[in-house]
């Protein structure tokens, strides 16, 4: 995974938006205006997503290149560094996990804005 193809990947995903809303290098993926994903263009390529606390903790645990999140909820938010020890193929699974995991906590007539789109 390279940041042309997480990129592409995100905005695929229906009504999805980016911006800089820290600074001009922490780009931010987010659904109905809440984020899903976050990564900084500076540095080696990692991931900041949100996952269901109990398979955050697996995560961690089971890979080491997946951590806490850095200023993030560390029970919500795992950072991944995409150095090759992860398949892309998991990358996008959990990618697809926050996605969903914050569509599903927008209010219903949000969710349903998004549905009709």
């Known amino acids: 995974m390279n940041i042309e193809s997480l990129r592409e990947y995100c905005l695929s995903k229906m009504a999805v938006s980016e911006d800089f809303p820290f600074d001009e290098t922490t780009l931010v993926f987010k659904v109905g205006g809440k984020m899903f994903l976050l990564t900084d263009l500076s540095g080696d390529l990692s991931i900041s997503v949100k996952c269901d ?11 080491p290149s997946v951590i806490p999140a850095y200023h993030m909820n560390k029970a919500h938010w ?6 090759g020890s992860v398949p892309d193929k998991l990358l996008f699974d959990w990618i697809n996990h926050s ?15 998004l549905l009709s789109k």
Do not use: F
Request: charged share 25%; glycine share 4%.
């Open 53 to 63: 606390p109990e398979m955050a903790i697996s995560l961690r645990e089971q890979y």
């Open 78 to 83: 795992n950072t991944i560094y995409i150095d």
């Open 99 to 113: 996605y969903d995991l914050v569509v599903s906590g927008l209010p219903l007539r949000i969710r349903k804005s």
